[in-house]
């Protein structure tokens, strides 16, 4: 068998017994390397594979150092979006109670209004005075939305007719009390006075009022001999 000897200057050394794997001699290479422009750019890869390599090096493990503490966050990632989504939950859920109570107030904001308004005309009205007719009325540049209403009545004495204007005046659901008109009318062989008073709803101060529950009421007017007619 013929063998050819791609190393000039060294020496073959017989192989025995298997396959051997001989490293080829460095300083030979560099020998019959003649060009400096190629030894260079070896020099440049050996120096950039000895400073890239312990660079990647450390990159790696502090890449699987940080896999830990990249498992927690992201645990806490979906912790924190549950709880997020059930806060979103609750604020919906917030909202809808809020739109339906701002309709129930907007309903019954003036369910009593008139109620309030019958109760403080009567507790006003003074004795040897009546009424003939009480109608709500349209106000003349009232922009506030509460209602106005017209009081139309008689009396068989003006100071009466004077004192259930201040009695108006005074309660805390009626504002702008004015007089419209006076007059005299004969009934039954007496005269009487004829009177007609303008007047509008106002919303009462809390601290002027005492609140009672519906339930209380009740039992106090049936203690009373009152109570709901049947």
């Known amino acids: 068998m013929i063998e050819i000897n791609l190393l000039p200057g060294a020496k073959r050394k017989r192989g025995g017994a298997g396959l051997k794997l001989a490293l080829p001699d460095m300083k030979v290479l560099l ?14 890869w050996v120096l950039a594979l000895g400073v890239v390599t312990p660079l990647w090096m450390k990159g790696r493990g502090q890449v699987a150092a940080l896999g830990p503490r990249l498992e927690a966050a992201q645990r806490e990632q979906r912790r924190y979006a549950a709880l997020v989504a059930r806060k979103t939950q609750f604020e919906r859920a917030r909202d809808s109670l809020i739109t339906q109570i701002d309709v129930i ?25 009546w009424l003939d007719n009480l ?27 004077t004192r259930f204007l201040r009695n108006l005046e005074e309660s805390p659901f009626i504002q ?24 509008r709803y106002q919303v009462p101060d809390s601290t002027l009022l005492t609140w009672q529950s519906l339930a209380a009421s009740v039992v106090e007017g049936v203690r009373s001999g009152g109570g709901a007619r049947r």
Not at 106 to 127: C, G
Request: glycine share 6%.
């Open 105 to 129: 107030k907007s309903i019954d904001k003036d369910r009593y209004v008139w109620p309030h308004i019958l109760d403080a005309v009567t507790k006003a009205l003074p004795p040897y005075t």
């Open 31 to 44: 020998g019959s390397v003649k060009d400096p422009w190629l030894i260079a750019c070896i020099l440049a």
């Open 135 to 161: 109608q709500s009325r349209a106000a003349d540049a009232d922009t506030s939305g509460l209602p106005s209403f017209q009081i139309s009545g008689k009396t068989v004495d003006m100071q009466a007719f």
């Open 176 to 199: 702008s009390v004015a007089p419209v008109s006076t007059g005299l009318v004969s009934e039954q062989g007496r005269d009487v006075t004829t009177f007609v008073i303008n007047a």
